[in-house]
């Protein structure tokens, strides 16, 4: 009898840059308070790269520590998978300038799916696993989005930070990773979006002078949107892997905004409890929101084997997508 290959998380590693950014620190920069961030976000603080610090910078930290956690070496890997909404470059890859510094010797390929990077690019990890074409795959979120922010713009700059997680997912006998559930709606690409920078508009001194090259976002668009298409799409990748809802034991959504996750629980008939949440102290990390998340549940004993989870992103794009994984790591030690 054929006999499936799964996907399993066998490591967890996390990296975030030093600096704390504080919503009072923010109050002497725009015209906003400790108070309007938090009743509106639930932020308190969010970590902020250094000068001369990277994306990059932040994935081989992350990865470096996932790698340890799973006590492998770095010629172990057969591929690398970044996912980054806020690049090193255009060209080369951030997974390029990553697998170097790590010391891997195996493939690496960026995947940018803004928010919902992690889940694509664990989609992309899961899939080739599955397919018998590689057995150890380092999964790395890594963003520095406030790289990309207006920080005179008091609607987008109060709501980002900087950090990577990681992942090391491994061929296993057992799921590991169950169903998964990934959409994309570009019609909505104008409510989310950098729009200057890239091929379809470079940089100019005018396009500059105009702010293009920052992130614009219809906030309210984006939080309808997240509000409607978490509990969808946790339903499909549910759905996909033979569970329902009252399985899950913790929903794992990317972190943007407190008041989005408070939303879900009702909608999607779920306990409040059952969401993880630290959007407090990290603010929105963008692709590495999720593998973040991990890490402190992992790492605060948040979780046991046979724990099944929903990881649920949304972002740019409009993108989304949930992935079911059952875990089946021992404790943190
Ligand atoms: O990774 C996915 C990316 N993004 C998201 O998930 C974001 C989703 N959206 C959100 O989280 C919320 O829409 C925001 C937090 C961005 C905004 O919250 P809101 O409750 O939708 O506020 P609003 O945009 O409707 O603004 C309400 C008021 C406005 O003033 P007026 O027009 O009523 O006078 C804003 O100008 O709040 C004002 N405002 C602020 N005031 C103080 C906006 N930002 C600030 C601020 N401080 N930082």
Redesign the pocket.
Known sequence: MHHMTHAAITGVGAYLPEHVLTNDDLAGM????DE??VT??GIRERRIVAEGQSTSDLAVEAGRAALADAGMEPHDIDLLVVGTGSPDHIMPSTAALTQDRLGLTCGAVDIMA??TSFIAALHHATCVIEAGRARKVLVIGADALTRHIDFND??TC??FGDGAGAVVLEASDEPGVMGIDLGSDGSGADV?IVPAGGAAAPCTPERVANGEHRLR?S??E??KF?VRMIPETTRRALEASGLSADDLTWLVP?Q??Q??LDAVPARLGIAPERVFSNVAMLG?T?AASIPLALHDMYTGDHLQPGDVLALVG???GLTWGAAVVRWTKGPNE
């Open positions: 725009v015209d906003t308070t309007w961030i509106r976000t803004a928010c008091r609607r109060v709501l989310l976002m906030g309210g984006v939080f997240a990317h943007a905004n008041r989005i929105n963008s949304f972002g740019a």
